[in-house]
């Protein structure tokens, strides 16, 4: 396997960690895979987060929203990866949300771009920017749009 190809299936590896994680809301896994500067663009919250404390606090009260007994969904579609050296960035669309206790979907379409740096202890997040596509006439998102 050439090194290019080695590291990209790392950051896949990487990426599909980050899943695993989120969706049993097991926090200390999720924030292992970042670096301590790592600077967060969230869909939900605060304009930025600097800094694995700081958005250790945002996880936490994106957790808070998961209703007990319920299931977390967090589905990468048409991810692509690129290297280049130490670093290396990777984006895509993710359906995102959670089952409720009731059962019922509560489900959206997130954009994703997941920057990384290749550390010692392996590849890091250190830069993450979620977001979702909103209509300027009326300032709502796009609640409808899907790949």
Known sequence: MTDTKHHETALRTLIQ??????????????????TPDVVAFDAIGALQHKGVDA???????C??????GGEMIMEPHEVTVSVGGDIAFAHYVS??????????????????TVCCRNMPEGWRIVHEHYSSPFDPQTMKIAEDLAP
């Open 95 to 112: 359906r995102c949300g959670c089952i409720d206790d009731k059962g019922e979907q509560q489900i959206g379409w997130l954009r994703a």
């Open 63 to 68: 957790l808070s929203f998961m209703p007990p």
């Open 17 to 34: 960690q980050w899943v695993d994680a989120t969706c049993k809301g097991d926090l200390d896994a999720v924030m292992a895979l970042y």
């Open 55 to 61: 958005y250790r606090q945002h996880w936490e009260m």
